[in-house]
Nanobody, 126 residues
Framework: QVQLVESGGGLVQAGGSLRLSCAAS????????MGWFRQFPGKEREFVAA????????YHADSVKGRFTISKDNAKNTVDLQMNRLKPEDTAVYYC???????????????????WGQGTQVTVSS
């Protein structure tokens, strides 16, 4: 079992930055694919970014590419999401996710991640 706790959400003006952090406990995340998803009201969870366990490569959604960066620290058992040049349309609840068995082709699908944090609200004002 892996427990995930997100932090770092809040209110920021458009163009600003936030850094989300996800602290894992219970297991080392070294062998896990770690991801960030977001959810808009009334919508399904949407892929933001992930680091695949098999090759250590980071993948980002087109909508955030060049603005957001995911990073993983195996020693600290954390995964962060640096969000720059934020836009009002980035406003959502952001979730950290982990999974030890999913394959690369499933990395953008929330249903393939077994472990989830409670979410943290990010609000970007215009």
């Amino acid at each position: 079992q892996v427990q995930l706790v997100e932090s770092g959400g809040g209110l920021v003006q458009a163009g600003g930055s936030l850094r989300l952090s996800c602290a894992a406990s219970g297991r080392t995340i070294r062998g896990y694919t770690m991801g960030w998803f977001r959810q808009f009201p009334g919508k399904e969870r949407e892929f933001v970014a992930a680091i695949y366990r098999g090759n250590g490569v980071a993948y980002h959604a087109d909508s955030v590419k060049g603005r957001f960066t995911i990073s993983k620290d195996n020693a600290k058992n954390t995964v962060d999401l640096q969000m720059n040049r934020l836009k009002p349309e980035d406003t959502a609840v952001y979730y950290c996710a982990a999974d030890s068995t999913l394959i690369l082709s499933s990395i953008r699908e929330a249903r393939h991640f077994d472990y989830w944090g409670q979410g943290t609200q990010v609000t970007v004002s215009s």
